[in-house]
């Protein structure tokens, strides 16, 4: 379901001619300032159009949580992200050319470059809006259920209790009596049945490895019997730690990493549908659904545009900031097996965020659903990533996981991981 390149840059750019305070100090190692930037193809500008109207909609009628104004351990002023977007558009549109606009850019933004993973580069992947054929009851082959969030989940902010647990959380399930639990994890979801007679389930699949990679990508279109589709999208999470099912497989050495994709991973659980349970449980994360009339949402609350939306580590990049990607695109054919690489230089905006984009050499880009959710390809590739707008890393906090073992353990007290 997913496509993935590692790009060679990620760049984030702050408008500095507004009165709005840049951010004076930077963690170097998540971002670097730079002087630096490629020049960027605008086959995308109609998109991008959409993407800033669509975030600034939000933007100035919504107040957003410091913890989606980060920056390189910095809250952002939701007036400087505003103000990158509306200048940054001014340029997009008045520019006669992309070599323009590039010396536009540097001579009015602050430009950081992401640091990226450990060797530098910053791995991409591209997602999507996969559509599935559904059922509303359970019926027939149809016996894999979505759930809307569950009415006792609550999601704690830790920031009041101690200076250093700054935009700390943590997912909790609060009971009928007033305890505090630990939410179901996949396993009891799946095999314990805890939410059975709960009315919680939205739609039902034929598939349960569909139904698991829906809830990877984050947000679905499913089409009912009677012709009538619906966005289900991003309604929440159980707060446990995502792990990959690609990365299981080759780990017990079923897959060679080089030949992982989804096409190897179905080929696999058909050869050992005995097995699909075991693995997909592996990944104790569970995500949960709203139906809504338009999506998908993306973690700022503004609609998600294809070609032009990507999503970051919320702990380090802010909602709405205007980057700059260069990376390779998969070249496909018109039945999506991959015929090829094309070089992808483009402006996009930062609006999204997911379980498995952690860190600042992640990097997951909207791709064109209609060709690319009839993709079965994982494709590596490699690269790193630069950032153009009012954005900044994140601190590495302690994994959700982690919290969920510690609260177990009562000793629920968060620490920072270490560098």
Request: hydrophobic content about 35%; some cysteine.
């Amino acid at each position: 379901m997913k496509i993935i390149t590692l790009g060679l840059l990620l760049f984030t750019l702050l408008w500095h001619g507004g009165c709005a305070l840049l951010p004076k100090r930077v963690r170097p190692a998540e971002v670097r300032p730079t002087t630096k930037l490629p020049v960027a193809d605008l086959e995308n500008r109609s998109q991008l159009n959409t993407a800033i109207e669509r975030q600034l909609r939000v933007l100035k009628t919504k107040s957003l949580p410091d913890k989606l104004r980060q920056f390189a351990g910095q809250t952002l002023s939701q007036e400087l992200i505003i103000n990158s977007l509306i200048r940054f558009q001014e340029l997009l549109n008045t520019c006669q050319n992309a070599e323009e606009l590039n010396r536009r850019i540097r001579e009015e933004f602050d430009i950081y470059q992401s640091s990226g993973g450990p060797s530098g580069k910053v791995l991409f992947t591209g997602y999507y809006t996969p559509v599935y054929q559904a059922c509303r009851i359970r019926q027939g082959e149809f016996q894999y259920p979505l759930y809307r969030l569950p009415p006792h989940y609550q999601t704690l902010d830790l920031s009041p209790l101690r200076s250093s647990w700054k935009n700390i959380t943590i997912t909790v399930f609060v009971d009928g009596n007033g305890l505090v639990r630990l939410p179901p994890s996949r396993r009891e979801i799946e095999e314990c049945k805890v939410y059975a007679g709960q009315n919680l389930e939205i739609a039902w699949l034929a598939d349960p490895l569909d139904a698991f990679l829906a809830q990877v990508q984050g947000s679905l279109i499913v089409e009912y019997p009677d012709g009538q589709r619906q966005f289900l999208n991003y309604a929440g999470k159980n707060g446990y730690e995502y792990t990959s099912l690609g990365a299981e497989l080759y780990r017990d050495g079923h897959l060679e990493l080089s030949k992982i994709n989804m096409a190897s991973i179905r080929k696999w659980f058909r050869e050992n549908p005995h097995r699909l349970a075991e693995y997909l449980n592996r990944n104790q994360s569970y995500v949960y659904f709203l139906p809504q009339e338009d999506g998908p949402f993306g973690a700022g609350g503004a609609v998600i545009t294809e070609w032009a939306s990507i999503a970051t580590d919320k702990r380090i990049f802010p909602i709405g900031g205007v980057a700059l990607i260069d990376t390779k695109i998969p070249l496909l054919d018109n039945k999506s097996n991959l015929i090829g690489w094309k070089k992808h230089t483009c402006f996009v905006i930062d609006q999204d965020t997911g379980g498995a984009i952690v860190g600042p050499g992640r990097v997951d880009n909207l791709y064109g659903s209609r060709q690319y959710s009839r993709s079965d390809g994982r494709i590596p590739e490699t690269g790193r990533p630069s950032i153009l707008s009012a954005a900044s890393p994140f601190e590495q906090l302690t994994q959700m996981s982690s919290l969920h073992k510690r609260i177990a353990e009562n000793k629920w007290v968060p620490q920072r991981s270490q560098r």
